[in-house]
């Protein structure tokens, strides 16, 4: 969980992959600096979730089975 985005880039030069999982609402936060997210294009996998908990995790495991694989993390 990131806050600001040096933390985030202080992260990714420690060798961290950042994963955004996103889930829409009806509801903005626009007024709060700290929940306003990252941009995508600063994180190496960006998931949405808009499933039950069980297929989202169902979800997360299958791209992790790749992913893992990509980043030489396997």
């Known amino acids: 969980d990131l806050s600001f985005d040096n933390d985030l880039i202080h992260l990714q030069n420690l060798g961290a992959i950042i994963v ?5 609402t009806i509801f903005t936060i626009d007024t709060i600096f700290t929940e306003r997210g990252f941009d995508d294009s600063m994180c190496d996998l960006v998931i949405e979730n808009k499933a039950t908990i069980e297929d989202f995790t169902q979800h997360i495991k ?10 030489n993390w396997l």
């Open 62 to 71: 299958d791209i992790f089975s790749i992913k893992l694989k990509e980043w």
């Open 20 to 24: 955004k999982i996103m889930r829409l």
